[in-house]
């Protein structure tokens, strides 16, 4: 199968004062997934203005961006969308107020019943282990994370 489209995605890496980094627990049609949170860029937007637009719809609150961190460098394809390349863009933000969105203590404590939903959780950053991210890009930041600390 050739590869149909670029499939844009922006991601931001949020740190508390803890070294805990954010996850999101996700559920998407019926399928568990863990990830850093973020997703797609829609089109005549920014990757900034994507970042910035799915803290608010996800966190319910803005966040400053800091700095890139990372862009996929290698070929991905999208598990939800065979010949689409996934192109994941990771930038570092920080919140502009204290977290107003409601943080998990397990893995997958969804407060519905729907089919697809989410819960974000603090994680320590040298206690994450790749396995536990679903996504390939996911995996390969969080080991370069790991190996700056």
Same mark, same amino acid.
């Given at each position: 199968?050739?590869?149909?489209?670029?499939?844009?995605?922006?991601?931001?890496?949020?740190?508390?004062?803890?070294?805990?980094?954010? !996850?999101?627990?996700?559920?998407?049609?019926?399928?568990?997934?863990?990830?850093?949170?973020?997703?797609?860029?829609?089109?005549?937007?920014?990757?900034?203005?994507?970042?910035?637009?799915?803290?608010?719809?996800? =966190?319910?609150?803005? !966040?400053?961006?800091?700095?890139?961190?990372?862009?996929?460098?290698?070929? !991905?394809?999208?598990?939800?969308?065979?010949?689409?390349? !996934?192109?994941?863009?990771?930038?570092?933000?920080?919140?502009?107020?204290?977290?107003?969105?409601?943080?998990?203590?397990?893995?997958?404590?969804?407060?519905?019943?729907?089919?697809?939903?989410?819960?974000?959780?603090?994680?320590?950053?040298?206690?994450?282990?790749?396995?536990? =991210?679903?996504?390939?890009?996911?995996?390969?930041? =969080?080991?370069? =994370?790991?190996?700056?600390?």
């Amino acid at each position: 199968m050739s590869i149909q489209r670029f499939n844009i995605r922006a991601y931001f890496i949020l740190y508390n004062d803890n070294d805990e980094i954010l !996850v999101s627990d996700e559920l998407i049609a019926g399928k568990k997934y863990t990830k850093f949170p973020g997703g797609g860029v829609e089109f005549g937007e920014g990757i900034e203005d994507a970042i910035r637009r799915e803290a608010i719809e996800e =966190l319910g609150q803005e !966040v400053e961006i800091i700095q890139h961190i990372y862009t996929t460098g290698f070929f !991905v394809e999208s598990m939800f969308k065979p010949g689409d390349q !996934v192109i994941s863009v990771y930038y570092q933000v920080q919140l502009l107020e204290s977290p107003k969105f409601r943080i998990a203590n397990t893995k997958f404590d969804f407060d519905t019943d729907n089919h697809q939903t989410e819960s974000f959780r603090w994680a320590k950053l040298d206690a994450l282990h790749p396995n536990e =991210l679903s996504f390939p890009a996911d995996k390969f930041l =969080l080991k370069q =994370l790991q190996s700056a600390q």
